[in-house]
């Protein structure tokens, strides 16, 4: 890949993102992944089910991409996954709130509705869950459109 050092950098931070802020509720401190994480014990971990290994999963994904750069490796396919996964697990968790608010009987947001949804969640997302979408979209970018070797390397 070309763009090593930016696949890098975008992979490094997705992977950082697992300890800063993500959500700052109205009436509680900013909170993240390792906050929460941080509090279980070992058999709680190994209890986790599997959308929570997976989650946990792509920061370790994105650090070894993180990694792996640092000496100029940087697999098409490696650095693929570890945006995919973020944006699988991004699209798996809205689907299920959709489904939650079927159930609910709630209706979907739509239209105008979408722009008072992203207001709203403009004022609680903090700066590691943007940081963890964001450097997904734009890691699974730089994978799929970098041009590849230079013809000198």
Known sequence: MRF???AGTLALAIAVSFFLPWLN????DPVGPHDLFSQLEARQLRELPPGLLL????FALAGLVALLTLIGVCPRFLALSAGL?????IAYVLSQAGRGLERAGLPLPSGADIETVLDA?????ELGALSYAGGAVMLVLVALFDPGRSRGA
């Open 4 to 6: 090593t050092g930016l």
């Open 25 to 28: 509720p109205p009436l509680a």
């Open 55 to 58: 989650f946990l999963g792509s």
């Open 85 to 89: 996964l973020p944006l699988g697990l």
């Open 121 to 125: 969640l403009s004022k609680v997302l």
